[in-house]
């Protein structure tokens, strides 16, 4: 076992911070320390470094209490990156990397060759030898995370401890540096626990998750134990969809806004949404996020536009996947049509299965609802004709055509306009 | 595979033997200048007399003695003290990774006046035959620690020392520390214009220069030593203190050395020479574009920088009949000025 915590609790002042956290760490482990802000993720990194002291427990490296060991000795098999490291003077690349060399060598001792050898491997290793010279504040902030792994690997660590890495980094340096530090513990046999707020990232790079709430370790175990639906609900408090990442099988996350019913001014005015193959997902969205009513129909189970519709509409009229719209499901969603104030049909392709879907439309449009049907739909049509045919009428029997979403948006606000609000 | 270590020390071996080169002809040049005309010529065969192995030539007495006894020793205490305020101001900016710390900006050089004026008013300097002088210094020094202590303190948020906080806290010690200074000079009788004149920064020896550099010389260069093997230190801390624990330091009691080096540097020249400032402003960061910011460069270099400058600045002084403080501070204060616009470029906080 290569880091033992045992029982850990930490405060600032008499604020704590940390309270009995165990947990081990075993030689060759790549951990993801994760948890919401204010959970006490950092102050554990600076428990594991020495930077600060527990108030009780004791922390175990190589079986030794870390209390009873020098900074330089902990530095020699533990290294730290920061989210965002500072300098204070302009140091030049090289110059980082070797402060990295600090705890080998003694107040009387010079850099030997061996010291810049080191350094220097360790710069190729991060790919940066191209910044020996460059000075650090000339750096973007991936070049600069990379100097500071080459620093942090010139100290020769068996343990990375890593504090939020990629948190000022744009996301093609994000995956770039956790990429590297995925290749740092499989080629130099590092052992790492990162701290990272960003879920996916934590899924997608790191074998076992340590979620921290409050203060207290609450989970441990693979990605797929811990990010899940009711995991992120109960200690993030926020509504969550993990998928899987389709290239990689990692669990994905996907994080759904909660509408707030405030700023719903438009309540009261009813959408019937007839849609399908995701062409009105957007439409959708946008809608419940202006604050109106939206019904949708008829849509099978499994389609895109449904998945977003059962997440956010009202009231969804739902058929078995692929089947036709039967005469149950028709009769609903003929119903919803004409109990809407506007009937909207999205860009659809329409086939047999769904051609019911726009005679339900016909018949609320010819009924006096206000409905609004895209511009051009021949496209749409897979039914030889009959779905065309059908379109016409209602543009005959006065449905608007438009051929941009915001289009519609016009058209609704007239509707606001026309119907005062209770 | 070449080492850059081997490379920079290159690079500070040669820019020292310029500088020290620089410094010779700094005092060669400066002991011609004043009221008795001696040539550079002349100077030059007066100090090589001196030399065991080059002949005396005829060389006029009186210039021997206006060279040896009167501008040489001004000369020699304006490098002690340049070099000393360099080097002190070079460390305060490294511990603070501040730009702007200085020891007269910070109210150490206050500090340490009080500590000085305290031992001459109160009659110190006099007592056991001369030894009396070690007060002097001794004070000095207690005082530059405490008001350095007083600053960072008053300066430091969490583990960092904002350049605004900073400033506003030399403001405050200074202010303090300066109306302590006259409060115990407004009661010093017949010593007041000389404990004015040295308060102004002063380098024109006095009665008691020699007895007060015995003590002086020595201490400075404990200083300097002990700064010297902490050099390294200096560049671990400018990651900030809490990187500078993780990459293995003891970080408490390394700042504790320069602080105290630091603050002994500065309290002892001040003893002797009241307060010059911006001397640690000025030259560090000239010196620092120079040789970069490693500091096992920057030191040394800073010192010897230092020594050339103070002896220019109190030439000028000494043609105008101006205390050196004056001089410096007429420098100091535009640099101070750019460095407040630009420090973002200048560093990083």
Partial sequence: ?422 | MKNPSSKRAKKTALSLLVLLLLWALVVVLSSTIGPADISFGQCISVLCSRMPWVSAENVPEVHETIIFRVRLPRILMASLVGASLAVAGAVFQGLLRNPLAEPYILGVSSGAAVGATVAMVVGLATVAGGFGFVFVPALAFLGALVAMVAAYQLAKIGRTVPVHTLILAGVVVNAFFSAVVMFIVSRAGPQLHGIMFWLMGNLEPVAGTAMLARFVVPLVVVGFILIALYCRDLNVLAFGEESAVQLGMNAGAVKRVLFVSASLITGVVVAMSGMIGFVGLVVPHSVRMIVGADHRSLIPTAAIAGASFLIVADTVARVASVPVGAVTALIGCPFFAYLLRTRKRVMNV
Avoid: W
């Fill in chain 1, 1 to 422: 076992m290569l880091l033992n915590v045992k029982d850990v609790d930490f405060s600032y002042d008499s604020r704590p911070v940390l309270r009995a956290v165990s947990f081990d760490l075993e030689a060759g482990a790549m951990v993801g320390l994760i948890g919401p802000n204010g959970s006490g993720k950092s102050t554990l990194i600076k428990l594991l470094s020495k930077v600060l002291r527990p108030t009780r427990g004791k922390i175990r490296f190589r079986r030794r209490d870390i209390a009873d060991t020098t900074s330089a000795e902990l530095a020699r098999h533990v290294a730290v990156v920061s989210q965002e490291p500072t300098v204070a003077f302009s140091f030049s690349g090289l110059e980082t990397v070797m402060a990295g060399r600090y705890p080998h060598i003694g107040r009387f001792g010079f850099e030997t060759q061996r010291d810049f050898e080191i350094a220097h491997r360790a710069m190729a290793f991060t790919d940066t030898i191209h910044l020996s010279d460059r000075r650090i504040e000339e750096m973007s902030g991936g070049e600069k995370q990379r100097v500071f792994l080459a620093r942090a690997l010139a100290q020769e660590p068996e343990l990375l401890l890593l504090d939020e890495p990629t948190t000022h980094l744009d996301i093609n340096h994000q995956i770039e540096i956790m990429d590297l530090i995925r290749k740092l513990h499989k080629e130099q046999n590092l052992t790492v626990l990162s701290v990272t707020h960003d879920l996916n990232l934590a899924a997608e790079y790191f074998h076992t998750l340590l979620l921290l709430r409050e203060g207290s370790l609450v989970m441990e175990g693979a990605p797929s134990q811990v990010v899940r639906d009711e995991v992120i609900k109960q200690v993030y408090g926020a509504d969550a969809v993990v998928s899987k990442n389709p290239r990689t099988g990692a669990p994905h996350l996907a994080l759904v806004p909660r509408v707030a019913p405030a700023t719903a001014q438009r309540k009261g005015v009813k959408v019937h949404v007839i849609c399908g193959g995701g062409t009105a997902s957007d439409l959708i969205r946008r809608l419940v996020i202006e604050g109106y009513t939206v019904t949708a129909g008829v849509l099978n189970e499994g389609d895109s536009d449904h998945r977003v519709a059962m997440s956010l509409a009202d009231e969804v009229v739902t058929a078995a996947p692929f089947s036709p719209v039967g005469d149950e499901a028709h009769a609903r969603n003929l119903e919803l049509a004409r109990a809407a104030d506007v009937v909207v049909v999205s860009a659809v392709p329409v086939g047999q299965g769904n051609l019911r879907n726009i005679e339900a439309a016909l018949l609320a449009s010819s009924s006096g609802v206000r409905t609004v049907v895209p511009s051009s739909f021949e496209d749409q049509d897979f039914t030889s004709g009959k779905a065309t045919a059908l379109f016409n009428k209602l543009v005959e029997t006065g449905a608007q055509t438009v051929s941009m979403i915001p289009e519609i948006f016009g058209i609704l606000d007239q509707i606001n306009i026309d119907k005062p609000q209770q």
